[in-house]
Structures are given as structure tokens and as C-alpha cells.
């Protein structure tokens, strides 16, 4: 098992501390995802949130991060476009080796890493950071959808243009040190123990953790679906299991409503059980009952922009 990291104490919190940061992926991917995740941040629910830049509704989610730069705001780093319904482009244009037969972003990680060249991969993640900071967001982090760039499925990863655009711009990368969450399997540790390495010779700031829930609803559809009371009772049982360090959960809040319905294949009750669970008083109750400390990204790129000459 990987040793915890200091971060606790470069962040200037005691080292027994339990950290947490709650991140809300997504964000601009569509209206009902910018309905939820603006109203979270303002309300103080979620401490920081990523930014989809090749999405339609974007624009909203940008204007909104340049209107209030005190808030972690990142970008969401795209090369893949899941939905069957709803779909998007690289900013970098249809002509590369990012796109499907239709131009869109491929659907699954697999195609990417079979197919993307990592040109192509380093131009239009550079496109995307770009064009946040372009927007006038004070762009805090970057991560990942759908973990395109870690290599998961080949082996094939895209890491070192990432921390090539990490390191040019002073940002702090999902990445966790330690395979031990819900989604995590402990197998992967000799490939994030590599990883890390490369972060901490580019002088990247990292987590400690990364932890999150399913994606999915349990038996969405059928009359044995998961209740909104199991997936509090779930996410309950998690806040009360960090551990010392830094752990990042992210979640996928949204408005569950027509649109929102209109553009997924599946999970537009879990987004909506996810909003619901971030504004629950009884889940802030654990927080503060359990001594988790809140921090964003921003004080990670702080203090990763200390550190540099």
C-alpha cells in the first residue's frame, strides 16, 4: 500500500486531518446540469465543480465561473461523448484522429485510447483549458471525464500531455496516490504508483484519495430501484469512512427534469438524487459530526503555485 502524502500539511491543516472536497463533474454539459451545480456552489453544498468546455450549454457554466471567481472551478477534460441522443465535438475540429464516423468524440474510453493520437489528445486538451481561461474563468484544477487519459482499458494512457498542460499552467490534476476506494480496484496501484511519480516530478499537486458512487441507479427501472433513502444511507456510510488526507468525492448533480431525460440513455434519477443529497441537511450533519474538513481546489493550486520558481 502507498503511503499517504503530506498534503494535509502543505495545506497548513493538522496531519490527522480528514479532508474532503466535494467536486460536481459535468458541469455544462447541459442546462439541468448548470441549474443544479450553480445553485450548489452558491449555497455552499459542493466546494468546487469542472467545466465540460466542448458542451452546448458551456457558455452558461463559463459566464457563470468568470462571474464568481472566488469558487473552484476547473476543466472537465474531454475526449469522449457518451450519450446516443445528445453529443459533442473536439474544439479542435472533426479532421483528427478524435472523432467517430459521424465527427463526434468517440462514445467509449476503449476507442480513444485505441485511436487518438497524442497530438491530437495534447492540442485539444490545450484547446479546452484555453478557452476556459479565455472566458475569463480563474480556472482552479483539471480532471478527467470518464477517465480517458489514464490508459484503464489498454494500458495506452495520455498522462504525460496532461501533466504537460498541468505543469504550463500552474494546475493541480485529479489523480489519486491510494487505490483504495469504492470505485477503485487495489489492482490498479502499480499503474498509480507510476503515475504519481510523474506528477511529482512535474511538481503537479495530487489527491490522496478519489472517491465517488455508482454511476448508475440499482435496479433503475424495475420495482427493485434504489431509493433516494439508500442512496443517502450509502453516501452517509462513506463521508463516515475517509480517512486522514485529502479525498476528493465527486458526483454528477442535476436537475431530473425533461430535458435532462431527453439527453441521457440512463441515470437521470441518480442526477437528481445526487443534487438532492449534496442540499441534505443530514448528510452536513455527518460532515461536521465526523470533523471532515471541506477545502476546495483552489487551495490545492495554491499550493502547488508556491512551490514553483
Same mark, same amino acid.
Given at each position: 500500500?502507498?503511503?499517504?502524502?503530506?498534503?494535509?500539511?502543505?495545506?497548513?491543516?493538522?496531519?490527522?486531518?480528514?479532508?474532503?472536497?466535494?467536486?460536481?463533474?459535468?458541469?455544462?454539459?447541459?442546462?439541468?446540469?448548470?441549474?443544479?451545480?450553480?445553485?450548489?456552489?452558491?449555497?455552499?453544498?459542493?466546494?468546487?465543480?469542472?467545466?465540460?468546455?466542448?458542451?452546448?450549454?458551456?457558455?452558461?457554466?463559463?459566464?457563470?465561473?468568470?462571474?464568481?471567481?472566488?469558487?473552484?472551478? /476547473?476543466?472537465?477534460?474531454?475526449? @469522449?461523448? =457518451?450519450?446516443? !441522443?445528445?453529443?459533442?465535438?473536439? &474544439?479542435?475540429? +472533426?479532421?483528427?484522429?478524435?472523432?467517430?464516423?459521424?465527427?463526434?468524440?468517440?462514445?467509449?474510453?476503449?476507442?480513444?485510447?485505441?485511436?487518438?493520437?497524442?497530438?491530437?489528445?495534447?492540442?485539444?486538451?490545450?484547446?479546452?483549458?484555453?478557452?476556459?481561461?479565455?472566458?475569463?474563468?480563474?480556472?482552479?484544477?483539471?480532471?478527467?471525464?470518464?477517465?480517458?487519459v489514464y490508459g484503464l482499458h489498454?494500458?495506452?494512457?495520455?498522462?504525460?500531455?496532461?501533466?504537460?498542460?498541468?505543469?504550463r499552467h500552474g494546475l493541480p490534476?485529479r489523480l489519486p496516490r491510494i487505490?483504495?476506494?469504492?470505485?477503485?480496484?487495489?489492482?490498479?496501484?502499480?499503474?498509480?504508483?507510476?503515475?504519481?511519480?510523474?506528477?511529482?516530478?512535474?511538481?503537479?499537486?495530487?489527491?490522496?484519495?478519489?472517491?465517488?458512487?455508482?454511476?448508475?441507479?440499482?435496479?433503475? /427501472?424495475?420495482?427493485?430501484?434504489? @431509493?433516494? =433513502?439508500?442512496? !443517502?444511507?450509502?453516501?452517509?456510510? &462513506?463521508?463516515? +469512512?475517509?480517512?486522514?488526507?485529502?479525498?476528493?468525492?465527486?458526483?454528477?448533480?442535476?436537475?431530473?427534469?425533461?430535458?435532462?431525460?431527453?439527453?441521457?440513455?440512463?441515470?437521470?434519477?441518480?442526477?437528481?438524487?445526487?443534487?438532492?443529497?449534496?442540499?441534505?441537511?443530514?448528510?452536513?450533519?455527518?460532515?461536521?459530526?465526523?470533523?471532515?474538513?471541506?477545502?476546495?481546489?483552489?487551495?490545492?493550486?495554491?499550493?502547488?503555485?508556491?512551490?514553483?520558481?
Amino acid at each position: 500500500m502507498t503511503a499517504p502524502s503530506v498534503l494535509t500539511t502543505r495545506l497548513d491543516l493538522a496531519p490527522e486531518s480528514r479532508a474532503i472536497i466535494l467536486n460536481a463533474d459535468d458541469f455544462g454539459m447541459c442546462h439541468a446540469a448548470n441549474e443544479a451545480i450553480t445553485e450548489l456552489l452558491i449555497a455552499e453544498h459542493l466546494d468546487s465543480a469542472t467545466v465540460m468546455v466542448p458542451c452546448a450549454w458551456a457558455p452558461e457554466a463559463l459566464a457563470f465561473a468568470a462571474a464568481h471567481p472566488s469558487l473552484s472551478v /476547473g476543466v472537465h477534460l474531454v475526449l @469522449t461523448s =457518451e450519450w446516443s !441522443r445528445y453529443r459533442w465535438r473536439p &474544439l479542435i475540429g +472533426a479532421g483528427t484522429s478524435l472523432v467517430d464516423p459521424d465527427g463526434y468524440f468517440p462514445t467509449d474510453v476503449r476507442t480513444v485510447e485505441e485511436r487518438a493520437s497524442v497530438e491530437d489528445v495534447a492540442a485539444e486538451l490545450d484547446a479546452q483549458v484555453e478557452a476556459a481561461l479565455a472566458a475569463g474563468v480563474d480556472v482552479t484544477h483539471i480532471d478527467n471525464h470518464m477517465g480517458s487519459v489514464y490508459g484503464l482499458h489498454t494500458g495506452r494512457n495520455f498522462l504525460s500531455a496532461v501533466f504537460d498542460l498541468a505543469a504550463r499552467h500552474g494546475l493541480p490534476f485529479r489523480l489519486p496516490r491510494i487505490a483504495d476506494g469504492p470505485e477503485l480496484d487495489p489492482a490498479m496501484q502499480p499503474l498509480l504508483d507510476h503515475a504519481t511519480q510523474m506528477a511529482d516530478a512535474a511538481g503537479i499537486v495530487i489527491l490522496d484519495r478519489l472517491w465517488t458512487h455508482p454511476f448508475e441507479l440499482a435496479g433503475e /427501472g424495475t420495482d427493485d430501484e434504489e @431509493t433516494y =433513502e439508500q442512496i !443517502r444511507d450509502g453516501f452517509v456510510a &462513506l463521508l463516515r +469512512a475517509v480517512p486522514t488526507g485529502v479525498t476528493e468525492i465527486y458526483l454528477h448533480p442535476m436537475v431530473d427534469g425533461h430535458e435532462l431525460r431527453a439527453a441521457v440513455d440512463y441515470g437521470a434519477a441518480k442526477r437528481g438524487y445526487e443534487r438532492r443529497l449534496l442540499a441534505d441537511p443530514l448528510v452536513h450533519e455527518v460532515i461536521e459530526k465526523e470533523g471532515l474538513v471541506r477545502i476546495g481546489w483552489r487551495a490545492l493550486r495554491d499550493v502547488q503555485r508556491r512551490q514553483e520558481p
